[in-house]
């Protein structure tokens, strides 16, 4: 399962790469985050070899992770970036992340968003709507420049993901419906400030089928000759981000990159385009743990818990998608020890905050380390200071180095962020 990390345990302690977790642990405090660099590089580049010999760019989606370093470690091995926001294509330009390896994607760019990307740079933005286009050719025009595009179309096809996670359903808030392309595409052409290059296409998130993806890349391939015989140049593909990765030990496994790699050739290889691909969580998910220890084990009636000092506001994925993520301990228990279910919950003030029930996990102590798996991706960049929590630390293992790579905050920072009002 957990095979493509290096988060194993030597000697009875659970290790990233060559750092045991306690001396992290010792040296930043608990809670944080750890990630591996040999694991985010291996991802990587299980997606360049997947898509090879294929002309192709991998844009690393930063939203599933966007620490500087860990934008610097991919951008250096010759990662794009995709975009969401003005404040991520910021952290892509910071990490010396050039800004034509950078793809906006996202249904709201504002206008200040666009001037900022076409005054850096640009390797195209993925227009999502109709409206959209006629902004973004109206600041392109006026800065005197053209922007590149694709539009994406939405294919309706069922990701079979979580609800809140599908994006490729007509019902969905993304991109055009793919039977008005036509249309669409023959509006931006009439555009003065656009220069069409592609389609773009993103279903969802965590997918653990290959089908669903074959279903949209067929329907893109088809487009793609439509379009073509309608006159537009169509040299790109972007194909969206979404494979999944197993969230757990028992999980039968989702599907590899060099599966959907082939996939690729398949259904859009003879098309003569460049490929792009936008994953973010197959890169980043299993490349981090969120570790914690233990503050109370509280008996309860039927049930014990496990008060941690990790929350909601760190990971919210278990509060929010009812994620699943594995927990185990720091300290590696006895072959034989029998394991004891708990109801893993953090301090802050809602039922919500809750990571696992009836967990079975070898019995734990006050002080115990604890480490949750795949907490990589949506983990880090979705934490909050819900009840003044400080956001904590991000640490990057490579080899037997650590650093921290984003330092808790102290109190008086969280505090001075606010002001009273000399009225007051
Ligand atoms: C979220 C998102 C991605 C990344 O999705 P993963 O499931 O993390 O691979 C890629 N592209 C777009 C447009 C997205 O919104």
């Known amino acids: 399962m957990h095979s493509m990390d290096h988060f194993l345990y030597r000697n009875g302690v659970l290790h990233a790469e060559d750092v045991p977790l306690t001396e992290i642990a010792a040296s930043v405090g608990t809670p944080f985050y750890v990630y591996s660099a040999a694991t985010l590089t291996r991802h990587y580049t299980l997606f360049t070899e997947a898509l ?100 994406r179309v939405n294919p309706d096809v069922d990701a079979r993901t979580h609800e809140k996670i599908a994006t490729g359903k007509k019902e969905n808030k993304f991109g055009i419906p793919i039977d008005r392309a036509s249309a669409v595409y023959a509006e931006a052409a009439a555009l003065p400030g656009l220069q069409i290059i592609g389609i773009d296409v993103h279903i969802g998130s965590q997918l653990t089928e290959l089908e669903p993806f074959e279903q949209a890349y067929k329907k893109v391939a088809d487009l793609t000759e439509r379009l073509r015989a309608e006159g537009h140049t169509i040299s790109r593909l972007d194909l969206g981000g979404g494979l999944g990765i197993p969230y757990t030990r028992s999980n039968e496994a989702p599907p590899l990159p060099l599966d959907y790699g082939a996939l690729i050739k398949r259904t859009v290889g003879h098309l003569g385009c460049e490929i792009e691909i936008e994953p973010g969580r197959l890169i980043s998910g299993n490349s981090g743990l969120l570790v914690s220890q233990v503050i109370y084990v509280k008996e309860g009636e ?123």
């Open 302 to 424: 039927g049930r014990d818990f496990l008060i941690v000092d990790a929350a909601m506001n760190d990971l919210v994925r278990p509060s929010m998608y009812g994620a699943h993520h594995d927990i185990d301990p720091v300290i590696e228990a006895a072959p034989a020890t029998e394991p004891h279910p708990y109801d893993v919950v953090g301090p802050v003030c809602e039922t919500g905050d809750t990571f696992a029930k009836a967990r079975p996990l070898a019995p734990l102590n006050e002080g115990d380390l604890i480490a949750f798996r795949s907490a990589g991706a949506y983990g880090a960049v979705m934490a909050s200071e819900y009840n003044t929590r400080p956001l904590i630390p991000e640490v990057l293992v490579r080899g037997d180095q650590f650093a921290v790579i984003r330092a808790r905050p102290t109190f008086d920072e969280i505090l001075n962020r606010d002001t009273i009002p000399t009225w007051l």
């Open 52 to 151: 090879s010999p294929l002309p192709h760019m991998v844009c690393f989606a930063i939203k599933s992770l966007s620490n500087l370093a860990v934008l610097k470690l991919l951008g250096d091995l010759g990662a794009g970036m995709d975009v969401v926001s003005g404040g991520e294509y910021r952290r892509a330009l910071a990490a010396g992340i050039p800004g034509n390896r950078i793809v906006f994607s996202g249904v709201g760019k504002t206008r200040d968003e666009m001037r900022l990307a076409l005054t850096h740079g640009i390797r195209q933005f993925n227009v999502e709507s109709e409206p959209e286009l006629r902004a973004l050719s109206e600041v392109a025009t006026a800065m005197g420049v053209v922007a590149p595009i694709t539009i």
